[in-house]
């Protein structure tokens, strides 16, 4: 499934790990594996001097060196370029003259407020590109070496944007020899309206129940069918706050002690002019783990 791979690094201590996962991950699929580093012309354009620039063109190289010094140590092979222009254009033009099968980017860390926020330029990949994106945070797992994907999760409800996921946990799971949670998200806000979901009738919380159940029974019915081996955990969680279907996500991701969670950028109830859909993009801000994006294309 993952033939080919583009690392995104721009030497921050985010890009870093991400290419230590990508990397990882490359190594499991046996992937060949691109590492790109921008230089972005905007910056260029600000330099006064020879010496400016040749300082930001040296500021990718390292970054690049410093990734080719992770891959040595792994023994693994890669191929690296430097370009300039809008790293965003850059980065998925890349891809697709690599026909790669995965972009790999770290997340922007946290605001001096403490408030996640999700790098601008990793979400307008995720928006631009049609290729899966694997987005790491950079969150220190007390030296750890070895990837662990032991507890893997798939989210759906059950619309087609969100079943893309599902081929991807297979092959994930497969690799890794993982259990794999599937996980509906029963938003009551959303079926009930804001001012009214405290008075929603049991019976009409009971079909949603049920229609959750259906939509994570189809997706597990799917990966038992591909391989009988794997181990299978479905689950429907109920949500009345005000974040709803992403704070859902991210409380199941803590009580399950999840690895890594693979979701559709977009669910039902998405619209085509939507960047970004609402719950992947919160859920990208919140989580600890690493989260593979996957757009529908068809």
């Given at each position: ?47 006064e001097t020879p010496d400016e620039k040749t300082q ?228 990208l801000r919140t989580v600890d783990v690493p989260v ?7």
């Amino acid at each position: 499934m993952y033939d080919s791979i583009v690392i995104a690094v721009d030497g921050s201590d985010e890009a870093r790990r991400a290419a230590q996962y990508g990397l990882r991950l490359a190594q499991v699929f046996d992937a060949t594996v691109d590492v790109l580093s921008v230089v972005e012309r905007k910056a260029l354009w600000l330099t006064e001097t020879p010496d400016e620039k040749t300082q930001l063109r040296e500021q990718g190289e390292n970054a690049l060196t410093e990734v080719g010094e992770i891959a040595s140590e792994l023994g693994y092979p890669i191929s690296t370029e430097l370009t300039e222009g809008k790293p965003t254009v850059q980065i998925s033009e890349y891809a697709d003259e690599q026909d790669s099968d995965l972009i790999v980017l770290g997340r922007q860390g946290l605001t001096g407020l403490g408030r996640r926020l999700l790098g601008g330029v990793t979400e307008q990949v995720l928006s631009r590109s049609d290729v899966p994106v694997l987005v790491v945070p950079d969150i220190d797992h007390k030296g750890k070496t070895e990837i662990d994907y032991s507890r893997v999760l798939i989210t759906t409800d059950g619309s087609k944007n969100a079943e893309v996921a599902i081929p991807h946990g297979i092959e994930i799971t497969r690799r890794y020899d993982s259990n794999v949670h599937v996980l509906n998200v029963v938003d009551l806000q959303a079926a009930g309206g804001v001012f009214n979901a405290g008075g929603l009738e049991k019976e009409f919380i009971e079909r949603l129940d049920a229609r959750g159940q259906e939509a994570v029974d189809s997706v597990a019915d799917k990966i038992e069918e591909s391989d009988s081996d794997l181990t299978v955990k479905t689950a429907v969680k109920q949500m009345a706050s005000f974040e709803r279907t992403a704070a859902g996500v991210c409380e199941y991701v803590e009580e399950n002690k999840i690895d890594f969670i693979i979701m559709g950028s977009h669910g039902r109830s998405n619209l085509e002019r939507q960047l970004l859909g609402s719950v992947a993009s919160t859920v990208l801000r919140t989580v600890d783990v690493p989260v593979l994006v996957i757009k529908r294309t068809g």
